[in-house]
């Protein structure tokens, strides 16, 4: 088959190719516009993820960090209530006359109070304190020139509270006695 090409023909072909280009262009404009969205769009839903995921890991870590000081608080309210209730039985007893308590102190500070010299003896392991060791009187120095230190209170009716079992012997002020 033969084919005549005029003039007029290949003017109109032209023009339709020139106008499917410019079409083309315009399309693939569009195309670049919304890839160029798309790009965008995605570095900015990457760096909210990141920011995300970055915030959720502080607040893992601080949650972690309330969490063990909730249950460190709750263990220590434990101890301090069983402390209570074994001192409200001792009080509700009624015979304080001749009791003694012993009391662990540290640097010479109140630190637990027990019923027994043996219940004080076997918890200063808990605080670092040897099993082994001989435990002896403060004696004439003070409570706080020692780390730990253990000491008896006797009830003494006459005050109606405790005081030690070992009083230091009180030295004559200017020699007097």
Do not use: N
Not at 28 to 43: P, S
Not at 123 to 141: F, I, K, M, N, Q
């Amino acid at each position: 088959m033969i084919r005549i090409v005029t003039a007029i023909r290949l003017a109109r072909l032209e023009e339709e190719a020139d106008q499917a280009r410019t079409r083309a262009r315009e399309i693939q404009a569009q195309a670049d516009a919304a890839w160029g969205d798309h790009v965008r769009e995605l570095y900015a839903v990457t760096d909210r993820a990141e920011r995300a995921e970055a915030l959720t890991s502080e607040v893992g870590v601080l949650l972690s960090g309330a969490l063990a000081e909730l249950s460190e608080a709750q263990q220590e309210l434990l101890r301090k209530d069983i402390e209570i209730r074994r001192l409200r039985e001792v009080l509700e007893s009624g015979v304080l006359v001749g009791r003694s308590l012993t009391v662990l102190m540290h640097y010479g500070e109140p630190h637990t109070v027990y019923a027994a010299r043996e219940d004080a003896l076997a918890d200063t392991a808990t605080h670092g304190v040897s099993a082994s060791t001989a435990w002896v009187p403060c004696g004439e120095r003070p409570a706080s020139a020692s780390t730990w230190c253990v000491a008896a209170f006797i009830y003494d009716a006459d005050c109606k509270g405790y005081r030690r079992a070992f009083m230091p012997v009180p030295e004559p002020v200017g020699g007097a006695a």
